[in-house]
């Protein structure tokens, strides 16, 4: 078969395949739930979680999402927790903690969110306990830690250390979101007044939206069996045995294999046009400010990481504005050329912005509209230097 036909053929399948999945979708509900709509990062897991822990029954008097956090960790005989929960103050984002539970001098709960599987920092639980302990002057059987995770990885070494592990043996665990977050949540749900219609409604659609977050191949597994077997019958598969399905199905997974290379590399060629593009773009709009700021413009499309940077000509923090395509992630923001400094510097504090323990960032962002990439990078650019050279 002529090489043109061959691709005709699979574009074919693949639109052919499109059809038989939308047919078989309309069939059903149209899931809606506004935390998709927000794509909702990590932080904003943390802001969730903060408020449901927040919440202290009035009729109960009882803080009842946390109380169901505590009950279901007492459950494992490696989580030991004897303490009186009377009045907590739970932050987000502070002291760079994720979550912080504490309760005056009573106890300390640190909650590490790696939901969206966050690279571990060195010594990054260990100086959170270091904080608690020497800043917040909680005692070390006072101070515990929570490491949740989408399938409960193991704490690292790097992380936490195993003297610190063997030191806070039963104040510490890796939670999971189907086999604690989902359970505690559930029971949780039973335990809120009837009257509570909003906190219902908001944590219902918490559930949908961890069920979805962690499997939705598991939470749509009834449409796509239907998927599946109208993929049978299109494919000619009702009548063949075992073998002969197998080996069709492998002439087709070739044929995908191969198209799906060239469209990847197809992929990869246009993002770094795109780079190009914005730095040419870049070129014009930093006319603009260039005589107030004298700025220097920088391209890189020879390593993994491609990107387009801004360095002041006045840079005592050695830092630069880059947008940057991180293997098919793309994100822009205040990178550093030097050394990170342990404290933020309050300029360098953006809202909305990623202020995580990454060492070459003091602040980034994920772009989702590439019509937008240059546009909000000279917002941040204008934004900052003109906020600094006041």
Not at 52 to 73: G, M, P, Q, S, T
Not at 131 to 160: A, G, Q
């Amino acid at each position: 078969m002529e090489p043109k036909s061959q691709v005709n053929k699979m574009i074919a399948e693949i639109d052919c395949f499109q059809k038989i999945k939308h047919s078989i979708e309309k069939e059903y509900p149209y899931r809606f739930n506004p935390l998709d709509a927000v794509n909702i990062d990590e932080n904003a897991q943390s802001r969730i979680l903060a408020e449901l822990l927040r919440y202290k029954c009035r009729k109960k008097d009882d803080y009842l999402f946390a109380r169901e956090l505590i009950n279901h960790l007492q459950d494992n005989e490696d989580f030991i927790f004897s303490e009186n929960i009377k009045n907590i103050e739970v932050t987000v984002e502070k002291y760079r903690i994720d979550i912080l539970i504490r309760q005056k001098k009573d106890f300390a709960i640190i909650v590490e969110n790696k939901l969206y599987d966050a690279v571990d920092q060195p010594n990054q639980i260990d100086r959170y306990i270091d904080f608690c302990r020497n800043y917040l002057n909680f005692k070390d059987d006072s101070i515990y830690v929570i490491y949740l995770t989408p399938n409960e990885s193991k704490i690292p070494f790097s992380s936490f250390s195993v003297e610190n592990q063997s030191k806070f043996k039963g104040r510490f665990k890796s939670v999971s979101v189907e086999k604690d977050l989902l359970p505690i949540l559930d029971k949780f749900e039973e335990t809120i007044p009837k009257d509570q219609n909003l906190l219902n409604s908001g944590v219902d659609q918490y559930i949908d939206y961890l069920k979805y977050f962690m499997d939705n191949e598991k939470y749509n597994s009834e449409m796509n069996g239907k998927i599946k077997q109208e993929l049978v019958n299109h494919l000619g598969l009702e009548n063949l045995n075992l073998v002969e399905k197998l080996e069709k199905i492998g002439s087709y997974n070739e044929g995908i294999e191969s198209f799906m290379s060239y469209m990847n590399n197809m992929y990869n060629d246009f993002r770094k046009d795109l780079i190009e593009h914005w730095y040419d773009q870049c070129a014009e709009k930093r006319l603009k400010f260039k005589e107030e700021y004298g700025l220097e413009l920088k391209l890189n499309l020879e390593t993994e990481r491609k990107y387009v940077e801004l360095i002041p000509n006045k840079n005592p923090d050695n830092i630069s504005f880059r947008i940057e395509d991180d293997i098919g992630s793309v994100y822009y923001g205040i990178y550093i050329l030097g050394k990170k400094e342990d404290q933020i510097p309050t300029k360098y504090v953006k809202d909305g912005f990623e202020m995580d323990e990454n060492p070459k960032w003091y602040a980034w962002k994920y772009i989702k509209d590439y019509n937008e990439g240059i546009d909000l990078l000279t917002i941040l650019v204008e934004e900052t230097l003109s906020k600094n050279s006041d």
